[in-house]
Structures are given as C-alpha cells and as structure tokens.
C-alpha cells in the first residue's frame, strides 16, 4: 500500500485562539469548503463537528482538540482543476480549546504540528489567552499565520486589531489582505500580494470572485503592498538589490521569498475576515498551501537513543526507521481507548507490533483509524509526516515514544503546567466507590493536567486541575461518561512551601529490640535552589528534578553507596508532607555531606528514617513559608463601573498592572491570588449589570503574606 499524497502536499496546523474568537467556526468552514461536509455545523446551534462533547455544544466552547482530516484544492485552480486528485492537499488540522483551564490541549498539539493557524476577534484584537497561545507556539518554533476573524462585528477594527498583534505578539506580523468595508459593510478582500479583490457569493460564499480593487482602497492597497513586498525582500539580498534598482519582482518570486520566511519564523503573514458570514477562510486556506511547510519543510526531529544516550535524528522519510510521538489519549464511547500519535519517520501497518521505547514494552497494534473530529476512517497504514490514532493500546501514555525496536529513539516528552486547584471529591454510594476509581484513572491518563491523589491522614480522594471550570466539566464528564454520581467539595487552592534560608541538621536513627538493630546517621545541608547551571547538571554526584536537587557529597564512602538512595527517599517523602501546613515543598537544595553505617544493624529504611528526621529539623531552621498560586487577570467592563471594580481588586490583595480601552471598554490587567477569585466571575457580573468579563489565567507562585500564612495553618489544623 502506497501513500496517496506526496508529502509535500500534507499540511499539519492547529487553529489557536482566545475563547470566542472564532476558532471553531473557521474549523467548521473548512470542513464544507473542503468537502468534508455538505452542511455547516454552528457553534451557537450546538451542531458543530470539531466540538462533538455534549458538554461542548452545551456550553459552546471547545474542552478537547479535535483532530480533522481534509483535503483542499486552491480556489485558483478553478472547477475542473479543483477536481483534479493531482492538485489536492491533505490537511490533517487539530482544533484547539480557547479556555484557559484547557491550555493543556494547545501545548500538546504545538509540539505536534508543524504550523499554526491563530484567529482573533476582530473587535478585541489580541487577548490574554490568544498571548498564551502564542507563546506556546514560540516554544515550539511553530510557523503562523494570523487572521483577524469578526471584521462582520460592530466595533470591529482591523488596524486596530492588527496594531495589537505587532505591539503585544511580534513586530514580524505583516498585512497580506485589507478589508473591503467593517461591522455591517464588510464585503470582502483585498489581496496585496496580487492587488486584486475578492468577494464571496453562491451557496455559503463558496463562489470565489476576484474584481476590482475599490476606488476608495487603491491609495492604501498601494502603501501597504510596498511595506509588504519590503518586508519581504529583506529576507534575499539578490531581490533587495533589484528591487532597490527599482525592477518590478514577479509576484512568484515574492510568494516564494515568503514562503520560506514563513517557514523560517522571520514572518507572520496577516489575512483577514468573517468566517461566520463565510467571508474570506478560502484565501486562508490558499495561503496555508502557499506559506505552511509540509513535514518536508521542517527540520529532523531529534532523540535520545535509549541504548546509549546518544543524541539521534530522525527525517521525515517512509523509508527511515519508525518514530512517533503519542500526544493525547481520548477515551471513545465505541471503540474504547484512542491514542492519537504523530509520525515522524518510517511507516507503521494495523497488525503489527507496535514498540514504546518510554516503557520498554510492545503492544499489538490492532486498528489505526484517522479521524473528522467524532467520526472514523480506518486505514491500514500510516506514513512519515502523519497524525493518526491507534484504538485499544493499554499502555502508552501521552508523550510515549513510539518507534522501531532494532532503532530505538526516545524523543522529547511535553512538559505540562501544574495544577493549581483542588477539590475533595466522595462517591456518594458503594457502586460508584468502584466506578469512581476506574474513572478518575482513566481521565487523568486523558488529560496530564488533571491529578488524584488520596489524603492519607482523612482517606479522601483529592483531585486537582487547572481551573474550577477544568474541575466542573471533569466531574460532569464522570456521571455522562462513567455513570459516577459523586460529593464535591469547595474548592482549595494548591499552596506549596519552600525555604527562603540555608540550615543543616544532624540524625542518628538507633533502634535496638533485641536481635538485629536499626541504625542510620546522616547531616544534611539545605538551601534553596538556585536555577540550573548547564555545567552543574552534568556532575555525577547531582540528582535533579522539578523542584529539587540531591546532592551526594559523602567522601571515603562513610556511608555505603547503597544506602544514598534511601536517603533522597527519605527527604523526598519529607518534602510531600511539608513543614509549615503540610504542603508540598518546592525548590530545594539538599546536600548530604556525611554520617556514618554500622556493619551489621544499618539498613535502607533506617537512613529513610534519619534522612527525613533531618530534612524535617533543617528546614524547621531554614525560614520555611508557603507559597500561593498569583492569577494573571484581565478584566474587561463598561467605563463607568472602572471605580468600583478597581476598588474591589484592591481589596482582595490585587496588584493593579495598568489599564488600556478596548473598542468603547475600559480594560483593567491585574495580579491577583487564586485563594480571593473564588467566584469572581459572578461578583463581577453582578457588579456591572451582567455587562463586565473576565479572563483568568496563572502567573506563577509567590510567599504568601505573614498574616494570610496565620490563616491557612489554621484552617489546616
């Protein structure tokens, strides 16, 4: 079986954007314009494809990504070479969640996709979310195109919204199309690149037709080509020196300069339109053929070859030895387990084995299915450069290797924020005590941002996620998907601890009942940590993760090297239980730096013992306090109600950052502690008649205030 499209005929994107800027109906545009359906499905009617979750279409936003295949032929070919296989691109598009509380889902899809899609509304221009988003997309070096959605709104702006993308995103956005007329005058494009216009007419704007560029648009049509072609240029000096000799460059030789710019991150091409009223997503797509790089495109992915942890590549060729990346698992209603992988190099069949090198185990690989959002294609075979699903592996989780068992290569694994809210969660009978366990295993396997752990010392079950709303639609998804009715609590916020000084302490653990004793000696140095120095990290003696390092300094092996293991345990479990309010501790140094071992008594538990007892006495001296979730957040309200709300994030420990107006709204960024926006959203509504927003979104860990601290030690005891 042969690949049926080339691979530089493959396009993978991502649709990215803040809540409500339209994501979902370009996705849905995109699909009928492409054929992939006869109908378009609206967000506002609960009928879309891409968001196929009850919750989704009752809530009318997008919770997971939704994966979609489909293939477009540019509108310039006409009708009969649109018809043309030969001519035909393959999109393999992921639809991503707006919300904050599911940004999980656009950080795993950057890493996966070679190009971006961002949408913006038209009214608000950039917002928090749509930064986020972008900078997940620098992370991963993703190339993008921006195309301002909603110009059919009133109070729609296109400069404006264009001028907040160079000033908040990157000085690389340059214009590609100006629109014909805004609010309710909005017709459709000028495209600069060609200087010719663009309307939309027939059945859902599915009739692309070029015309005259409006008198009233030609002066500007002509400033912003020359800053175009400008912005091009300077990426080839050949064709800066001809232009600056004055010589007319051929639009090809401008979309291939482009083109590469594009691919290179040194240009973010702008396009514009109503996705809504159908005007302006096939230009989009046009321009997703023409400046997107096919996996072709995009440098060798590299690995770690697990045998001897060698750096290896791997090219985007059917002919290379197997590698995948496993990036999300979903579980469906008909067909169990889905886990969804991007192909790197190589081909894999249905049938064959399938090897994780994250695991070391292998697995049948039985049916591999590609996917249009809620429905089922089966293929046997996938190639390089690929998105597909895998149906019933039990093993593989997200950021799983797999690859090829005689080649093996274990590629980089998606680093995922931590949760910073907490619920307490009970079944509500005994049958759904069993149901509860199985459904909360599953669901966090889904979703890397969501945690269970169990309280030891109240037996309860304690989940943690993004946000309350991340919270709700995981305790909905229980009782639709696994018929789970459970008790929630109010809820809590994840404080953390850390030290801010530097101690030591000393333990001997002896334990003598007769027969053979217990015995462990050890003296820690504590310290906070400081951030990674690349030359430090490649010492033997240094052990680090996320928020701690262990440093074994024992000379002359007074304690014997198999004992160092138990002691990092020991500190380890110290750390879980915290000293101040029995958080989790964070950002500590710890340096074993000696102690002593007893020929016969000692043993791993008793230098577990010793390790903790120490850490617990040298962090106790050490200045420990806890540290609190701080919320970046942008409230958006009607000019006269700026007094009282200012006045009221003061009152709640909010740092005001500065303010900026907004098509006729006042706009008010703050930092605010997670612990005080409990139930923001509705104070605010009902503080400006229902008339005010709110975006919310973490910001990173700060020592929480001596008197504040009082109460939380309280509240814990």
């Known amino acids: 079986m042969n690949r049926d499209y080339p691979l530089e005929r493959v396009r993978n994107f991502g649709i990215i954007a803040h809540i409500d ?11 009928f314009y492409t054929g992939s359906q006869h109908k378009i499905g609206e967000v506002h009617e609960g009928e879309t494809t891409t968001d196929w979750m009850e919750q989704e279409r009752e809530r009318g936003i997008t919770i997971t990504a939704a994966a979609i295949t489909c293939f477009w032929a540019t509108t310039y070919l006409g009708e009969e070479g649109r018809k043309n296989k030969d001519n035909k691109y393959r999109f393999n598009i992921i639809d991503t969640p707006g919300h904050i509380d599911f940004t999980v889902e656009v950080k795993r899809s950057m890493r996966v996709l070679d190009a971006a899609v961002c949408v913006f509304d038209g009214v608000a221009g950039v917002e928090p979310q749509s930064e986020t988003n972008w900078r997940y997309a620098e992370e991963a070096a993703v190339p993008r195109l921006c195309f301002i959605n909603k110009l059919d709104r009133i109070g729609a702006n296109f400069e404006k919204s264009y001028a907040s993308i160079l000033a908040r995103l990157s000085k690389k956005a340059v214009r590609m199309q100006i629109p014909i007329g805004e609010e309710d005058k909005h017709e459709g494009q000028v495209d600069l690149l060609d200087m010719k216009a663009y309307k939309f007419e027939g059945h859902l704007g599915g009739n692309v037709v070029e015309t005259e560029i409006p008198e009233n648009l030609k002066e500007d049509a002509i400033k912003y080509r020359h800053e175009l072609v400008e912005r091009i240029v300077e990426n080839d000096d050949e064709m800066m020196n001809k232009y600056l000799a004055g010589e007319e460059i051929p639009v090809a030789e401008l979309k291939k300069i482009l083109r590469e710019a594009v691919i290179a991150n040194k240009v973010f091409p702008v396009f514009c339109g109503s996705a809504l009223k159908n005007k302006g997503v096939q230009l989009v797509l046009n321009a997703v053929v023409d400046y997107l ?117 274990i590629l980089e694994t998606i680093i995922f924020p931590e949760p910073v809210i907490s619920l307490r969660i009970e079944p509500k009978t005994k049958a759904d005590q069993e149901r509860m366990g199985m ?29 309350e709303l991340h919270l ?33 302490a000393e333990t001997k653990y002896i334990k003598q009942t007769g027969g053979k004793g217990q015995y462990g000696h050890v003296k820690l140095n504590i310290k906070p940590l400081e951030p990674e120095v690349e030359n430090k990290k490649k010492q033997k003696n240094i052990h680090r993760e996320e928020g701690f390092e262990f440093i074994d300094s024992i000379k002359g092996g007074v304690i014997p090297s198999e004992f160092i293991p138990a002691v990092e345990k020991g500190v380890k479990e110290a750390m879980e239980r915290g000293i101040v309010a029995g958080y989790k501790m964070v950002d500590v140094s710890c340096e074993l730096t000696f102690g002593s071992y007893h020929d016969v008594d000692s043993s791993e538990i008793a230098y577990k ?18 540290l609190e979730p701080i919320m970046k957040l942008e409230v958006v309200v009607p000019e006269q109600f700026m007094g009282d709300i200012t006045g009221h994030l003061s009152s709640k420990r909010g740092l005001i950052e500065g303010m900026d107006d907004r098509a006729g709204l006042k706009v008010v960024k703050a930092k605010v502690p997670l612990s005080e926006l409990f139930g923001y959203v509705t104070t605010l509504r009902s503080m400006t008649e229902g008339r005010g927003n709110a975006n919310i979104e973490f910001d990173h860990y700060a020592i929480v205030p001596a008197n504040v601290a009082l109460s939380i030690v309280e509240a814990r005891k």
Do not use: W
């Open 609 to 626: 013992i010793a390790a903790s007892q120490a850490f617990q006495e040298a962090a106790k001296k050490a200045r420990p306090v806890i």
């Open 21 to 31: 800027a339209g994501k979902t109906t370009v996705s849905e545009r995109i699909l």
């Open 472 to 504: 709700d639609i995981i305790v909905d998804r229980m009782k639709r998907e696994f018929n789970v009715e459970a008790n929630v609590g109010a809820p809590q916020v994840a404080y953390k601890e850390t030290i801010t000084g530097t101690a030591e």
């Open 293 to 409: 790089p096919s996996p072709l495109d995009m440098p060798a992915i590299k690995g770690i070859d697990p045998r001897t942890g060698e750096e290896v590549e791997r090219h985007p060729k059917d002919d290379e030895p197997f590698a995948a990346l496993a990036f999300k698992l979903q579980a469906d209603p008909f067909v169990g387990q889905l886990t969804f992988f991007r192909v790197y190099s190589g081909t894999i069949e249905s049938g064959s084995y399938i090897y994780n090198a994250s695991t070391g185990d292998k697995e049948r690989l039985g049916r591999i299915v590609r996917l249009q959002a809620d429905k089922r294609e089966e293929v046997k075979k996938v190639f390089a450069g690929e998105i597909a699903a895998a149906v019933g592996l039990k093993d593989a989780k997200t950021s799983n290797t797999f690859c090829d068992e005689n080649n093996p290569i």
């Open 439 to 467: 459904a909360l295993h599953r669901l966090s396997d889904e979703d890397p941002t969501f945690r269970v752990k169990g309280d030891p010392e109240t037996g309860e079950t304690v989940i943690s996620g993004m946000g």
